[in-house]
Antibody, heavy 123, light 111 residues
Framework: QVQLVESGGGVVQPGRSLRLSCAAS????????LHWVRQAPGKGLDWVAV????????YYADSVKGRFTISRDNSKNTLYLQMNSLRAEDTAVYFC????????????????WGQGTLVTVSS | QSALTQPASVSGSPGQSITISCTGT?????????VSWYQQHPGKAPKLLIY???SRPSGVSNRFSGSKSGSTASLTISGLQAEDEADYHC???????????FGGGTRLTVL
């Protein structure tokens, strides 16, 4: 069965960096686009970034552009999110999610999600 | 402030039907058929319920249905069950650089 397991969250001071990982199993990892979606405490979902199945196309929300970098290692079935210059407003549970489109590209529909990892930005 | 507007809460009794609205603009909900809905139980990951406005993924109960009129999409849950108590989030493709936007979520309480 499809599994996505995030790790790397924690408490970090404003301005510092953190790298999240998402280990995938149960499907052909290299055939799917993957997203990071976050949810601040008590708030709605907020799309962060996407990387296409081959890793060449990447897109970001305006709020993280220039600070966050999405990447993937198809040999390790792992998705990453490098977060730099963190701010208090980045505090959230970060989910990785699989796109439904497969090798067609991305459709921005998320059919499998991890359980999330909490990032808290605080001094 | 979320790009799409949902009511903060709705409620209904077991067996009844409820509808959750999701209002956007012509740049998102009103301009495209790329609307989706997610169910999220407390402390859990979201689950895809509806895509392309009204399509259901395999395994999702036909008690869940979606529709759209103008810039407002709707999720209807019929035959309410206790297990339907959860948060529901709508999402839409958008012409903005963000590509996808979510609503603020709606808490469904089954009385």
């Amino acid at each position: 069965q499809v599994q996505l397991v995030e790790s790397g969250g924690g408490v970090v001071q404003p301005g510092r960096s953190l790298r999240l990982s998402c280990a995938a199993s149960g499907f052909t990892f290299s055939n799917y686009g993957l997203h990071w979606v976050r949810q601040a405490p008590g708030k709605g979902l907020d799309w962060v970034a996407v990387i296409w199945y081959g890793g060449t196309n990447k897109y970001y929300a305006d709020s993280v552009k220039g600070r966050f970098t999405i990447s993937r290692d198809n040999s390790k079935n792992t998705l990453y999110l490098q977060m730099n210059s963190l701010r208090a407003e980045d505090t959230a549970v970060y989910f990785c999610a699989r796109d439904t489109a497969g090798v067609r590209g991305v459709e921005y529909y998320f059919d499998y999600w991890g359980q999330g990892t909490l990032v808290t930005v605080s001094s | 402030q979320s790009a799409l507007t949902q009511p903060a809460s709705v409620s209904g009794s077991p067996g009844q039907s409820i509808t959750i609205s999701c209002t956007g603009t012509s740049s998102d909900v009103g301009g495209y058929k790329y609307v989706s809905w997610y169910q999220q139980h407390p402390g859990k990951a979201p689950k895809l319920l509806i895509y392309d406005v009204s399509s259901r993924p395999s395994g999702v109960s036909n008690r869940f249905s979606g529709s759209k009129s103008g810039s407002t999409a709707s999720l209807t849950i019929s035959g309410l069950q206790a297990e339907d108590e959860a948060d529901y989030h709508c999402s839409s493709y958008t012409t903005s650089s963000t590509h996808v936007v979510f609503g603020g979520g709606t808490r469904l309480t089954v009385l």
